[in-house]
């Protein structure tokens, strides 16, 4: 076990796990590690017939994350930098769906001057929502509730 992985070794212990999983499916996919920033490795598989592994809403995609960092973590005995796994091309999907969405609601809750309340999220939908909002003038979110059922409040700012 390693001390300190630097991000580029975290991302290739990532790659080795994420080409395991896959090929324990059955699947073919090319994968690709980035460095989103000094402390973020996005690992990405892209290929055919792949859905299996991001399943309903993102679920199997968001174990699959969580399996990857845990097996990352277990490399080292240090803190792990932020680690991120795309099937796909799902988060970008996502990221532009909900976008889509927020904006659909901000223009209700602008037009009817009464603050809307949205269905529970994880975490990261929860963040496109914020900042989505966040760009956009005469509304803000509030997160309200707890894990799982924690969901966000967009209201409209006088």
Do not use: C, W
Request: hydrophobic letters at 35%.
């Amino acid at each position: 076990m390693e001390e300190t992985l630097t991000l580029e070794q975290q991302g290739d212990a990532a790659r080795e796990f994420v080409a395991a999983v896959i090929d324990r499916f059955g699947l073919s996919a090319e994968i690709e590690i980035r460095q989103l920033d000094e402390d973020t490795v996005e690992v990405a598989a892209s290929g055919d017939d792949l859905g299996l592994l991001v399943g309903p809403r993102g679920a199997t995609l968001a174990a699959l994350q969580d399996l990857t960092r845990t097996f990352v973590q277990r490399q080292s005995v240090n803190r792990t930098d932020r680690i991120l796994v795309d099937v796909a091309g799902y988060r970008e999907k996502r990221t532009a769906a909900l976008r889509r969405f927020t904006q659909g609601i901000v223009d209700e809750v602008k037009e009817s001057g009464e603050e809307r309340s949205l269905e529970p999220m994880s975490p990261a939908d929860r963040k496109v929502v914020h900042d989505a909002v966040n760009e956009i003038d005469g509304v803000r979110t509030r997160s309200e509730g707890e894990e799982p059922s924690r969901y966000i409040v967009i209201e409209p700012v006088d």
